[in-house]
């Protein structure tokens, strides 16, 4: 008798996998329109990276991710949407890529730190992304975000970790069309996608 063999438990987990806005796609969809779009961006990975700038670990690091940390100036993006490094602190980055690279960057962050003095943890879980994009992108924000996010001071490769409405996230501005990614904790996604949504109205209507 031929006993069929256990299913993947890592398979089985992702399969159960429910982003915080997976409800409401085809609402904020339906609530976007040319001029602005909502869009909730799921799972990515996001690797939290402590080390001393001046570190000879940077340049490994550097290396094994074939990205540079910004450090020379804060609130900096290296990259792309597709692998990037966000300036958080003058020795902290979180490091982002799609979904299911979190064990792969972890791991040669580990060993690119060797016997330096460092940290590098997978947070993929801690936050959902918003994706915030159309020619009136900027207007909305400005509503519910006190940063100048005029192209003079915040424009494509910044980043920011700030208020919007009555919480925390971590604003990133992608294009100058303008195209923004919100990371926020998963347990505020519902508010901060209400808070967007109303904000958004008259440029929908």
């Not at 943890?121 to 009136?136: E, H, I, K, Q, Y």
Request: one cysteine or more.
């Amino acid at each position: 008798m031929t006993v069929a063999s256990p299913a993947d438990p890592r398979a089985a987990a992702l399969s159960l996998r429910r982003s915080p806005l997976a409800d409401r796609a085809a609402e904020l969809a339906e609530r976007g329109g040319e001029r602005v779009r909502l869009t909730e961006e799921p799972f990515l990975t996001q690797v939290d990276l402590r080390v001393h700038p001046g570190s000879p670990a940077v340049a490994r690091i550097e290396h094994a991710l074939n990205l540079a940390l910004p450090h020379h100036e804060p609130n900096r993006v290296s990259g792309d949407e597709t692998a990037a490094a966000l300036w958080l602190g003058p020795d902290e980055w979180l490091l982002v890529a799609p979904d299911g690279h979190a064990e792969r960057v972890v791991s040669a962050v580990r060993g690119a730190l060797a016997d330096s003095l460092g940290s590098t943890v997978d947070v993929s879980a801690n936050r959902t992304t918003l994706r915030l994009s159309g020619p009136m992108a900027r207007e909305v924000l400005e509503k519910v975000c006190s940063l100048d996010l005029h192209p003079r001071s915040f424009g494509p490769g910044r980043c920011a970790q700030t208020l919007v409405g009555r919480t925390q996230a971590i604003l990133w501005q992608l294009s100058a069309e303008p195209a923004y990614r919100l990371l926020v904790r998963c347990s505020f996604a519902n508010y901060l996608a209400d808070l967007l949504l109303d904000a958004m109205g008259e440029f929908t209507t």
